[in-house]
């Protein structure tokens, strides 16, 4: 009978076992957006791995029976405190509840082929099936749920398409041309930062109304074809190419590479016009191509805390534009959607009166006064192009200057030290949160000037002490706290 009692709690063991270790895979998953190469080989704390996966593994083959000790009193407290900490917990999709469903019934099958032999061999065998069967499942869905997109978008034969995609600024670029054009048609536009293939079936399947005009959709990318999948489920009739630069550079190594994937959304059979930046480098019939030094040039860029204006010069004719928003790159984005609202139709002058009303992207260069700080939210921007301008504008200011940063999490160390030079110049404070930068960013601020925060609690803390009316507060860059 004792023998009995303790086979069974050996099983109720290792069924626990198994599941914390597949809440933890399929959390990891669920933020590398299910590319299990990333999970493995691009992520950000390894150390993470070690704790909470390849160290529980070992204990749980060498210590057998005793296991339960480990796991009750020594991993599954470290986990629901490292759980809570976490700023982006696992969300309980149809996926997730999917990929539980096969892990559970393929660890009770197991347990009733082989009783509590499986104890000492079965901890590996449903996660790896768990996590073919889930992917089977979601390769099937994904081409039902595909299907029914395109035959959606084919069924709205007055329907015009806008893609949007760049290194960095085009869910910017999305939510300017919308402000722009949403008086004139039935408009209609990705949610958020909805930007991938399976973001975009869903987007069209469960959102995209029936009697909408237009559909302006971004494209992002991790790798190279990512966007040519998205061109061919849209094949759109107007295509803007933003800003080209190295973000992502460690996912595709090159920034030719970067460059060719961009240029993959100029590839719809059905493409009326392209308005390109000429940082992608690209020339070609039906493409305008805008810049400081293309066709379509952007002069006499103003930029301050008040806002920014700048001249679209165009065959020898000048367009003044100016609005309250501030960051000179947003006259780069502005004007991708000017040109493009006014392909589409809108009257010019229209347009320039349209551009002084935008309204700010949230997280994206906010300006927001409380509590007598001026606070710039800029935390959707992560690239060093676009951080060194957030800092000269905030150099502007008279008063004391706090900067919170990650420094740049998807480059190189040559970005982040150019970056941390420019905050040692202008900053009274840098906070750093997160560690995947800390060397590099600690090597050249100056240590009287950067304290280190280890989570969102941490960094909250700190500013409620070292920032005081009249200090302008910058936010560069976000830091989840898997990061």
């Known amino acids: 009978m004792q023998d009995e ?24 998953m669920q933020w590398y957006s299910y590319r299990i190469e990333r999970v493995f080989l691009h992520h950000k704390k390894y150390q993470w791995h070690l704790v909470f996966l390849l160290l529980p593994i070992a204990a749980y083959y060498t210590v ?25 917990k696992l969300i309980f999709t149809a996926r997730v509840k999917r990929y539980f469903f096969f892990l559970i019934s393929l660890t009770a099958i197991e347990q009733m082929i082989c009783f509590n032999s499986c104890e000492y061999y079965g901890v590996i065998t449903p996660l790896i099936l768990a996590y073919f069967l889930s992917m089977l499942s979601e390769y099937l869905f994904f081409y039902y749920y595909k299907a ?50 399976i973001g975009l079936i869903a987007d069209i399947n469960k959102n995209l109304p029936k009697d909408c005009e237009l559909y302006i959709a971004e494209a992002g990318a991790r790798e190279k ?67 400081e030094n293309a066709d379509i040039k952007i002069k006499n860029i103003i930029s301050t805390l008040d806002g920014v204006s700048w001249d679209i010069v165009e065959n020898e004719k000048t367009i003044h534009l100016s609005c309250s928003l501030i960051g000179g790159f947003n006259a780069v984005n502005i004007t991708a959607a000017f040109l493009c609202a006014r392909e589409l139709g809108v009257d010019e002058a229209e347009l320039v009166r349209k551009v002084k009303l ?5 997280h994206r260069m906010q300006k927001i006064e409380a509590g007598g700080k001026i606070i710039i939210d800029d935390s959707f921007n992560g690239n060093l ?7 000269r504008i905030a150099s502007e200011y008279k008063g004391r200057k706090i900067i919170v940063t990650p420094g740049i999490v998807e480059s190189n160390e040559e970005s982040n030290a150019t970056l941390a030079k420019r905050i040692n110049e202008v900053f009274d404070l840098a906070i750093i949160t997160s560690d995947v ?47």
């Open 148 to 197: 029914n997109a395109k035959a959606k978008l084919k069924s709205m034969p007055n329907l015009k398409i806008v893609a949007i995609t760049a290194s960095f600024g085009k869910t910017s670029i999305k939510n300017f041309l919308f402000q722009l054009v949403s008086s004139n048609f039935n408009a209609y536009k990705t949610p958020k930062s909805v930007n991938t293939e």
């Open 437 to 483: 930068n800390d060397t590099t960013l600690s090597k050249y601020i100056d240590v009287g000037r950067r304290k280190r925060v280890f989570n969102k609690q941490g960094m909250e803390k700190m500013l409620s002490v070292e920032t005081h009316s009249g200090d302008l507060i910058l936010f560069a860059n976000d830091a989840p706290s898997f990061i």
């Open 385 to 391: 192009e676009g951080m060194l301008e957030a800092i």
């Open 64 to 88: 057998n029976k005793y296991f339960w000790i480990f796991l009750f009193f020594g991993y599954f407290p470290i986990f629901v405190i490292w759980y809570r900490k976490l700023d982006k």
């Open 225 to 291: 074809h990512d966007i040519l999948k998205i061109a061919r489920l849209l094949e759109h009739d107007y295509a803007i190419l933003g800003s080209v630069g190295e973000q992502h550079i460690e996912y595709f190594k090159t920034l030719d590479r970067i460059k060719a994937t961009k240029r993959e959304i100029l590839v719809s059979p059905k493409m009326k016009k392209g308005f390109v930046h000429e940082s992608a480098g690209i020339k070609a019939p039906l493409l305008d191509v805008f810049g």
């Open 358 to 362: 935008l309204k700010p992207i949230e």
């Open 5 to 28: 009692i303790q086979s069974y709690f050996q099983i109720a063991v290792h069924f626990a076992f198994i599941i914390a270790l597949g809440g933890y895979f399929i959390l990891n």
